[in-house]
């Protein structure tokens, strides 16, 4: 494909055949198509061959290419431009030259431009005749067809000229012009058109075929992140093998400086992984046994032994590569309209370009003034900026996006991205981390602290509540901070007949106590006496949005833990960049009105929904949309995943479950909340070059032409602006690579 037309004429012929859906992206070359029984990937094939282009299978990823230091991956299509374009540029300058400048039309200068000529407008414009009769057997017309067209037909007029007319006089003297001379034909030379104009869109296609290769690098990045081998142990032995051929449950070793080789959990060693290039986070995240850890990401630690818990195609950096190429296939609203667009284009520019041949003979103009501007019709309309305007744009945007951790399903996410003016916050994992922690311990009059702490340790030690993986690593803390001796458990008395009471607490014995450890009914169960000052605090922390947990032993309570669900310590910047960006921001979450308000308070939130069950969140949802807005939807769980589906832009945290990401538009793949205002801000950036795009395409050609048409453009001009037409597209484009995430300081 060449250009926009041609992307579109590919897309209707597919959608033509019977239970095929496709999408056909001129800027990243592809194709994405769904289809059914009784049709095949051969009759796909086959019907883009019938409209006369080609196209093959995506084959596998290859070995990961780096990227060239303009963030280019290496390219021998591309490098064949440049040399065809190099070549071009050598002979034309001499050309344009001598035709400008009269001081340099030595005798027999024109013999000596159609030498240098000759292999431009033949050898260096074969691409544009080659798909120019490929065009014509379809019965089509493309960009190539009016580049083929106007470059024969400039230096077949110079032949002409120079053989059977005037032109090839010796001594003959040719002023070049901007505008028609109205002078008569037979010594009027158009080899400067017929070479400038080839490399003109030469030089427009290599400029526009490196940046689309520029902007298409962040998935060619993504996917070099990918780690090639791992040491996989096998029988207590170290096994190099490519990491294509691992399987869940492997167990495999990282050293520092290594990549991990897939997603897995640590099972043994400390260290710090780099997921910067994943995520955007600058700062390397401690991991410890227990902790999940993604393939791709660098250790800059210690030795790590990994479990494998996703290979292949599941692993997470598999899933974000295929979101991003997803959404750089498919297409926006605004880029089918430019498409349509183009389609019809071509045509009615040759229309045009044949009656404004006809008027000028009509008024009596000579015949080399009619087609000086007919052929400066034919090169001026090409519609390449038009094709490019937004492809470019949204490629750009999205590869941006990913390299940021905002991982965008589709470019039509972008649009509603960019209407978004209300969204709702979960809670639980969004706004805050998802992690319970001991915020204070009240204990009752005569308790030693570090004695609560160890028989509260001990016991929750055998739970897996998060609640009391709170308690076990607030107690581990305290007894690092005193240098107790390690025992059991870190360091925490080991308990025996240990009972969990479903909804109350545990219960179990520690060092001979019997204690429980839980809400207040289970006190009064066991008969035991709550103290008012015990139980003035458990009020206190509910008022205050966390969870209160007695702690009693031999039948008396001796403490009152408080617990809660810490912020993210960027919440507050988030919430503060959403409503600067016109977002009002509503705190939605399944927890008690306390929980929420303390929450909310922290956080600068206003409005806020409490004790909301699924159902309530997809009803609130709607109720927003009744009244008119554009609402968002940010969260982590299963219990947020039928809002995310209901929201007109659905946004997953990275760390949440599948259920969530997978119902989801826009996945933010680092832990921070600020990356959904970055989603917000990139959205509206891009659709602004998007609109500027379009407005200079469509703006170039409604002035271009009538000028053309008036004779006031030469030929070899036009070519000239029909590229740099083209590159400024693309170039604006690539300003988005520029885009920059909120910073770690700002408030918002």
């Known amino acids: 494909m060449t250009c926009g037309a041609c992307a579109n004429r590919v897309e209707r012929k597919l959608n033509k055949i019977d239970g095929v859906s496709a999408t056909v992206n001129y800027a990243t070359e592809k194709a994405s198509v769904g289809f059914s029984d009784p049709v095949t990937v051969d009759d796909v094939i086959a019907a883009v061959e019938r409209a006369g282009y080609t196209a093959t299978l995506p084959a596998p990823p290859p070995s990961p290419v780096e990227p060239d230091q303009d963030g280019a991956v290496p390219d021998p299509a591309l490098a064949a431009l440049r040399t065809r374009l190099l070549v071009c540029l050598t002979l034309t300058v001499p050309v344009v030259a001598m035709a400008m400048v009269p001081a340099l039309q030595f005798t027999s200068w024109q013999w000596a431009s159609l030498t240098l000529a000759a292999p431009v407008a033949v050898w260096g414009a074969l691409p544009f005749h080659r798909a120019a009769w490929s065009n014509l057997r379809h ?97 207590g032995r170290e ?25 897995g959990v640590v099972v043994e060693g400390a260290s710090a992984i780099d997921a910067s290039m994943l995520t955007g986070e600058a700062v390397p995240a401690e991991v410890a046994e227990g902790d999940a850890v993604t393939g791709g990401c660098v250790n800059v630690g210690g030795r790590l032994v990994v479990e494998a818990t996703r290979v292949g195609a599941e692993t997470r950096l598999a899933q974000i590569a295929a979101l991003v190429e997803q959404a750089q296939t498919g297409k926006a609203a605004v880029q089918r309209l430019a498409d349509r667009v183009a389609g019809v284009f071509v045509p009615v520019v040759l229309v045009l370009a044949v009656g404004t041949f006809g008027f000028w003979l009509g008024v009596g103009a000579f015949a080399a003034t009619a087609f000086t501007a007919a052929t400066a019709v034919l090169i001026v309309a090409c519609p390449c900026a038009l094709g490019l305007a937004t492809p470019t744009a949204l490629l750009v945007g999205t ?140 009020g206190a922390a509910e008022r205050d949005g966390g969870t209160g947990v007695v702690v009693a ?98 946004i997953a945290m990275g760390t949440g479950t599948d259920a969530a990401i997978h119902a989801s538009d ?49 030929p070899m001009v036009a070519g000239a602006a029909m590229a740099l037409s083209s590159v400024f597209v693309v170039s604006n484009s690539l300003r988005l690579r520029r885009f920059a995430a909120l910073p770690e300081t700002a408030s918002g």
């Open 553 to 650: 032993w031999s039948g008396r309570a001796r403490a009152v833990l408080v617990l809660a669900d810490t912020v993210r310590p960027t919440s507050r910047a988030a919430v503060d960049a959403l409503r600067r960006l016109g977002v009002e921001p509503i705190l939605l979450t399944g927890d008690g009105r306390g929980a929420a308000e303390a929450v909310a308070h922290q956080v600068g939130i206003t409005m806020l929904s409490a004790d909301a069950l699924p159902d309530d969140k997809v009803s609130l949802v709607r109720s927003l949309q009744a009244d008119g807005r554009v609402v968002a939807v940010v969260g982590d769980g299963v219990n947020d995943a039928a809002a995310l589906a209901q929201a007109d832009l659905g």
């Open 666 to 714: 826009l996945t933010l793949v680092r832990a921070d909340l600020r990356a959904a205002a970055d989603a917000i801000r990139l959205s509206r950036r891009t659709l602004g070059v998007v609109r500027a795009n379009l407005f200079w395409a469509f703006a170039y050609n409604c002035l271009a032409l009538p000028v053309a048409a008036a004779g006031l453009l030469n």
């Open 239 to 263: 096994v190099r093998m490519p990491v294509d051929r691992l399987v869940v449950g492997d167990r495999f070793v990282v050293r520092p400086g290594d990549k991990v080789a897939t997603d």
């Open 399 to 538: 590869g941006r996006g990913a390299q940021l951790g905002i991982v965008i399903k589709g470019p039509e996410v972008l649009e509603s991205t960019r209407r978004i003016d209300t969204v709702l916050l979960d809670k639980t994992g969004t706004v805050t981390t998802g992690e319970m922690t001991v915020v204070d311990i009240v204990a009752a009059p005569g308790e030693d602290v570090d004695e609560v702490l160890a028989v509260a340790g001990g016991l929750q030690s055998a739970s897996s509540h998060p609640i009391a993986r709170a308690v076990v690593r607030r107690a581990e803390q305290r007894l690092a901070e005193r240098g107790r001796p390690e025992q059991d458990h870190g360091g925490l008395p080991a308990v025996t007949g240990f009972a969990a009471l479903d909804g109350l607490g545990v219960r179990g014995t520690v060092e001979g106590r019997d204690a429980v450890i839980g809400r207040r009914l289970l006190l009064s169960r066991h008969d035991i006496a709550l103290p008012d000052d015990l139980g003035a605090a458990l």
């Open 139 to 235: 019965g089509v017309a493309t960009m190539d067809t009016l580049v083929s067209i106007g470059t024969l037909a400039a230096f077949g007029w110079s032949l002409y000229a120079l053989f059977l007319g005037d032109a090839g006089a010796p001594g003959l003297q040719h002023p070049f012009a901007l505008t028609l001379d109205g002078t008569h034909g037979s010594a009027h030379l158009y080899l400067e058109v017929a070479a400038g104009v080839t490399t003109f869109v030469l030089a427009g296609r290599y400029a526009e075929t490196r940046a689309r290769r520029r902007s298409g690098a962040a998935l060619q990045t993504l996917l070099g992140l990918a780690a090639t081998d791992a040491s996989v142990l096998r029988h």
